[in-house]
């Protein structure tokens, strides 16, 4: 179970990177940001913030359309 839940279903790209910018400033440190999105971009995209953010990717699948990412604040 993550910290906090993001759910940004329906948005298109940058929303939900942009969203989970700003929650994953939330969560504290060494805690966990689910994300569920229903735009096929966001794949690619989160791995990308993950990358460029230093945090990680701990999960990422799909279910029925909705892709869930489970993200590691590390700073």
């Not at 948005?11 to 805690?31: F, H, Q, R, T």
Request: aromatic share 6%.
């Amino acid at each position: 179970m993550a910290d906090q839940t993001l759910d940004a279903k329906g948005l298109n790209c940058p929303l939900p990177i942009l969203k989970a910018k700003k929650a994953i400033k939330d969560v504290p440190s060494g805690g966990t940001l689910e994300v569920l999105s229903t735009d096929p971009g966001s794949v690619a995209d989160f791995e990308a913030f993950c990358r460029t953010t230093g945090n990680e990717l701990l999960e990422a699948g799909e279910d029925n359309g909705v892709f869930r990412f489970v993200i590691k604040r590390v700073s």
